[in-house]
């Protein structure tokens, strides 16, 4: 198991978390699954930004992201080098920091272009 420390978020996560996640989960499953309830309009398809997350440690840890996943990375509200979609970021045997950025852009909801 994989520590994920979850910094807090006012609304998903006041308290923050840490989380003992299985290599190979994404980001986004390991939240869920603990109860923080990010968004994930697409449905986990990387069809849209809504699951973005900041990796503030262990970001090199992660596979590189995918040619779509960078381009929708590009329209992500409070992007940053280290940003993924947490759908597409798979944790691997090294502890993760990971914040949820105050906000979103929901293209699904907002009929934004994908």
Known sequence: MTQ???LPHGELCPDGAVLEVEAGE???DALLDNG????HACEKSCACTTCHVIVREGFR????AD????DMLDKA???EPNSRLSCQAI??????????PR???NHASEGGKH
């Open 91 to 100: 944790v691997a045997d090294t502890p993760l920091v990971v914040e949820i």
């Open 4 to 6: 994920v420390v979850v």
């Open 67 to 70: 040619d779509l996943e960078e």
């Open 36 to 39: 923080i309830d990010i968004e």
């Open 77 to 79: 509200w409070g992007l």
């Open 26 to 28: 994404s980001i986004c």
């Open 61 to 64: 840890s992660l596979e590189a």
């Open 103 to 105: 906000y979103t852009i």
